[in-house]
Every structure is written in structure tokens, then in C-alpha cells.
């Protein structure tokens, strides 16, 4: 992909994950080199910084999707919503250079390409629930 725009880059960083969700054995570097090749993807800093940036903050993502799900159980959170959560939270706490309306935005956009309709509401819900967060944690 010759110039690859955020929009493709972030379509790639979630096709990244959302691979690794159903491939816990293997490294992230792993998953990263080999998708790289399979797909002809080309060297991109947001892609490698989003990938291995979500994976480092697994744990604190994830405790952020889950304090504002309301009751939803892990298992029942589709893998292409928590992995288009996980971008989202990751860019809005760690990109400053993304607005999180943005972030929050192509979130849902990529719940709505590769998701059940049924799942935009929840994420949409989760997302600002976290942005809010997010942003009473910086006036602190």
C-alpha cells in the first residue's frame, strides 16, 4: 500500500488485533512480521506504535472497557468491538496528537464495517464512558 492513510493504518492495526485475538501462542512480533509479509503491508510507525502500544496496555484497556460495560460479561464483547475498543482507548490516552472525537468516531465506523449493528450502541456507550474518564482524570 503505497501512502497509506490513518484510516487504512488503523484498519491495519485492527486487523492486527483482532488476529491476535485468536492467537494467544504466538509473540505479537510474531503475528506483526508475518501479517506484515502476508499482506504486503508497508513499514508505518502508527500501525507498529498502535499494535505493540495496545499490547503493552492490555490490562489497563481491557479494565477500561470493562468498568464502563455495564454488566457485560468479557465473553460476550465481540472480538472486532474489543478490538476496535482497544485502539480507540489506547490512541485517546497515549496519541495526543488524535482528538478523541476521532478516535471515538472511527472506532465506531469500524464496529459498523465488520461488526453486528447491534454493537454500535455498546461501543459507542463504553468509548464515551472511558472518554470521560479519560478527561476528568487530566483536570486532576
Known sequence: MAGMTRKEARTEAFRLLFET????????????????????????????????GVREHLEEIDGMIMRHSNGWKPGRITPIS????????????????????????????LVKTFDDPKMRAFVNGVLNGVKVEL???DVQ
Do not use: G, H, W
Not at 504466538?26 to 508505518?44: D, F, G, H, M, V
Not at 474489543?82 to 465506523?109: G, H, Q, T, W
Open 82 to 109: 474489543r478490538s476496535a475498543m482497544r485502539i480507540c482507548i489506547f490512541e485517546m490516552k497515549y496519541m495526543e496528537d488524535i482528538p478523541s472525537v476521532v478516535s471515538l468516531n472511527e472506532a465506531i465506523e
Open 135 to 137: 478527561e476528568s482524570a
Open 21 to 52: 485475538e485468536f492467537r494467544a501462542d504466538t509473540a505479537p512480533e510474531a503475528i506483526y512480521a508475518l501479517s506484515k509479509e502476508a499482506r504486503e503491508i508497508e513499514e508505518n510507525k502508527y500501525i507498529q506504535t498502535v499494535y505493540f
